[in-house]
């Protein structure tokens, strides 16, 4: 059973084929109109959302399915203290397919693990977003035309923005990127993330606290929302939150076809006359993120039907006798569920929670 819990998840070719299948709905909305009629796609939201859920739920509509499912924790039987295995297990026996956010990292990996249908992960915590990470790429292939030789600024909460993640591990597959990290010091792209970008094949990493040194450099603007609900110190999240906010005038240096970018929802980090600037792709990231969740639902549902299943990682060692560090890790909440490490850099002594990519010296 293939599921999507990290965009790593899905190979180079299969994301060109999600990207072509979503070109295809867009021009030819009639043709996918009844292509899952009688599948049902169930959205297990835990943490709150409006676009990532509604953007799923018409996704189904779109292609002729129904959907069942909640929005909000509390009123799910987790508030009983139902694990996520279970609940997994169960919405398995009512639903064709699932889209799980949840506030701790690697919990849609521990239900992947125990559903018996695919699962995508629609965020976990400040770890992974891989659709919304499908929504980017599709809109930086529209307006961009491709994703190598780019120079790519991400501004804002690297730390914990998932969306943030989750994209540079996927331009990372691609080549000659020039990536340039613009946050305050607090709020820096952890390591985990940090380490996977190449070395070589024209890639290169500048991180900076100043956006307007590097705008005149930049193809596309990254924003991001600093991430109020992962701080543990509200004190910080006061001080950090308005370290950037973009405005026509802090865009007078930038390239005439950069493209800005955002996740949303917004706060204050892009001010509302932004929105008339023809470089401001925000809005239409929005409608690409519905056509690449049709194209992958419609892509993991077929993949079932031709009973394809997922491919197993060949030659990993593991690590169980650990316990992971990381507060927001599922395996701090979920009953029974067993600590695994995957060995990183035998050299080194550096293993990663599989859950949470927490890294551990042993
Ligand atoms: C993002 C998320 O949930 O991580 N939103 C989204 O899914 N479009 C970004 C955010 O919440 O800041």
Known sequence: MKSVVDILDLSVSEVDELLDTAMDIIENPAKYAEVCRGKKLATLFFEPSTRTRLSFE???YELGGNVIG???????SASKGES???TAKVISCYADIIAMRHPKEGAPFVASKNASIPVINAGDGGHHHPTQTLADLLTIKREKGHFSGLTVGFCGDLKFGRTVH???TALCRYENINFVMISPD????PGYVKNEIPQGRGFTYT???DLEAVMPTLDILYMTRVQQERFTDIDEYLRLRDAY???PEKLATAKKDMIILHPLPRVNEISVAVDADPRACYFKQVQNGKYMRMALILKLLNDVKCGKTEDKEQGDVYLYDFKCDNPRCITTTEQE??????VVSPENRICRCVYCDTKKNY
Not at 186 to 189: G, I, M, S, Y
Not at 337 to 342: A, G, I, Y
């Open 186 to 189: 607090e709020l820096k792209l």
């Open 166 to 168: 989750s994209l540079i």
């Open 70 to 76: 909640f929005s909000s924790a509390s009123s799910t």
């Open 245 to 247: 906010i973009l405005n």
């Open 58 to 60: 018409a996704a189904m």
């Open 84 to 86: 996520v295995a279970d």
């Open 207 to 209: 991180e900076t606290t």
């Open 337 to 342: 569920l067993r600590q695994v490490f995957r």
